[in-house]
């Protein structure tokens, strides 16, 4: 059984780019709702097991679609939230100096993501990456597909583009919705981490392993 995981602030915390309400049906619906059918999937499949990471590329081995959409939203959305950071933060210098060779500057990186998820088609999700070397770059990917850790690209931030991250409070704004997103809350010291990790082939963030009731 996967557990929903908590918010790492509190459901005021992301006013006004995100509202209470808007935040609360996110997690509280949406993130829980993936949650729930994945462990009731996975109920059905006994010989998938691991860790998330695992389930996810088992899902798409089968292949299981049910299985890897809910797998993947559940990664992607535990990622969102520890994404996102109350209190506005810059990157360190060594992020900056990428964000700088790949973007030219933290504006080009800011145009380039805002691009990405306001022009892609339908849901999704906008990343930012990097390689192990440190190269950088903005990608979006479709529905629930994910940017799982890979030999050589690891996942630094990543904003929904699902009309339920932004609808009630942006409407159909969703420009808007990623440069106020961008401006206001990307926690940069959660990127630093994951790009540290990725350029000294340290261990980036995993998803919490799923828990077992002992009879
Ligand atoms: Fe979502």
């Not at 010989?47 to 797998?71: M, S």
């Not at 700088?100 to 990343?127: E, I, N, P, T």
């Not at 950088?136 to 339920?164: F, N, Q, R, Y």
């Amino acid at each position: 059984m996967f557990a929903l995981p908590d918010l790492p602030y509190a459901p005021t915390a992301l006013e006004p780019v995100i509202s209470t309400n808007t935040l609360g049906f996110h997690h509280g619906k949406h993130h829980a709702g993936y949650v729930k059918t994945l462990n009731t999937r996975l109920a059905e499949l006994p010989g998938v097991t691991g860790t998330l990471e695992e389930i996810i590329r088992q899902a798409e081995e089968i292949p299981d679609a049910k299985l890897f959409n809910n797998a993947a939203q559940c990664w992607n959305h535990s990622f969102f939230w520890l994404s996102m950071a109350p209190k506005r933060q810059d990157p360190d210098a060594a992020l900056a100096k990428a964000i700088a060779a790949a973007f030219h500057d933290h504006a080009g990186l800011r145009k380039a993501f805002v691009a990405a998820g306001a022009g892609h088609f339908g849901s999704g999700w906008v990343w930012l990456m990097s390689d192990n070397h440190g190269a950088l770059s903005v990608i979006s990917t479709h529905d629930a597909k994910d940017m799982l850790p890979g030999v050589d690209s690891t996942p630094l931030l990543v904003c929904d583009l699902w009309e339920h991250a932004y609808y009630l409070d942006h409407q159909n704004d969703r420009a808007g919705f990623l440069a106020q997103w961008f401006d206001h809350l990307a926690d940069w010291t959660f990127a630093g981490r994951q790009f540290h990790a990725a350029v000294r082939n340290g261990l980036s963030w995993r998803h919490p392993r799923a828990f077992s009731f002992v009879e």
